[in-house]
């Protein structure tokens, strides 16, 4: 590991008002772990609820953001009698450094857990050099 942090998380902001959404409901913000070796970043975050096809990817400008929505699970002739799990959104962002190849990011969702692999450069994956006699 370096001294230097290779992933930042932004820091939370809390919406001034409801108009700067451009969406109506509930913004979450999805629990992570970020776990690091000498090769790679792996972040988990969990989404419960939320299924594959609903949860967007996007990296622009070395920020990395990730959505996700959680829709209604009640059918058109349903009714609700309790509800206890909230519909809404998920959404958070982290800056990378320079240190992560960003062509290289793969996600994987599973269980209502997304799971980003986010490897290292080359020129940041620590080696070995040989020293050989003169």
């Known amino acids: 590991m370096s001294d230097s942090k290779e992933l930042q998380v932004k820091d939370k902001q ?27 970043i792996t972040l988990l975050a969990d989404m419960p609820g939320v ?5 967007a990817i996007d990296l622009n400008d070395n920020v990395l953001s990730i959505s996700g929505e959680v829709k209604p699970f009640e059918e058109k002739d349903e009714s609700d009698v309790l509800i206890e799990f909230e ?12 240190v ?6 793969e996600a994987k969702h599973q269980d209502g857990v ?11 994956v620590p080696r070995q050099i040989a020293v050989t006699a003169a």
Not at 51 to 55: L, Q, Y
Not at 100 to 105: L, P, S, V
């Open 14 to 40: 809390e919406v001034a008002a409801p108009a700067e959404q451009t969406r109506p409901g509930v913004v979450f913000t999805p629990d992570v772990d970020i776990f690091e070796n000498d090769k790679e």
């Open 51 to 55: 299924a594959s096809e609903d949860i």
């Open 87 to 98: 519909i809404g959104r998920y959404s958070r962002q982290f800056t990378l450094s320079e």
């Open 100 to 105: 992560i190849d960003q062509g290289k990011i």
């Open 114 to 124: 997304l799971r980003l692999t986010l490897p290292k450069a080359e020129k940041a």
